[in-house]
């Protein structure tokens, strides 16, 4: 059976057009898959949580070279204490490196938090970083529980009011070593440094909220000196 010309030529043409939206839905579907596929690649994956750096506990064998080198790493000098009084800050000296050093470590592994300004001495002195809390020694074991600072009382400060120094164990001691626990914040007058001077190592000092300072140090306190409501501290690096 003969077909007219006109006949096979539509053919031709419809089979051809047929041809060509099949490879042209072919090429949307590769379009498509490869669109996909970029999409997915240009993702961002989700940040995962830093790990915590994981440190080893501080002995007195190497203290001076842990501290050494966590303060050329973490450099900071302003602290943040914030209790139910109010805020005092605090700005570390660099020439006293390895407490510096010290207080920065204990800020940024949170010990401080939930731990009390435990001592209380009007016109003298308040004294923190402490608490009868059990989870206080144990961060200190986890810390270190046995090391001492060496003292640094080569710049020749004087303790004045504002200043913050390092507590110390009087047993045994004669190089003066710092407890690295403790700390305590001076409000006497000059009268009341002739035994702190040249003994307690000072290394820092309170630029704002001295009123707080204050506040707390006329708190009722116990025979110990320990106040009869406790006075939370947080603490934070604010540069």
Known sequence: ???????????????????????????????????????????TPEEKEPEAVRYPEITNDNVVEFLTQYGKENPETQVKITTQYGDIYIELYQDTPLHRANFVYLVKQQYFDDTFFHRVVPNFIIQGGNSDRKETPKKRNTIGARYLLPAELENGRKHTRGTVSGAKEYRENPDKRTAPFEFFIFLGPDKYTAHLNGNYTIFGRVTQGMEVVDTIANLPSDDGEWPLQNVFITAEIVQ
């Open 1 to 43: 059976m003969k077909y007219p010309f006109s006949f096979l030529l539509l053919i031709l043409l419809f089979a051809n057009c047929e041809d060509t939206q099949k490879t042209s839905e072919e090429k949307k579907q590769v379009v498509k898959e490869r669109s996909q596929d970029s999409i997915i690649s240009e993702k």
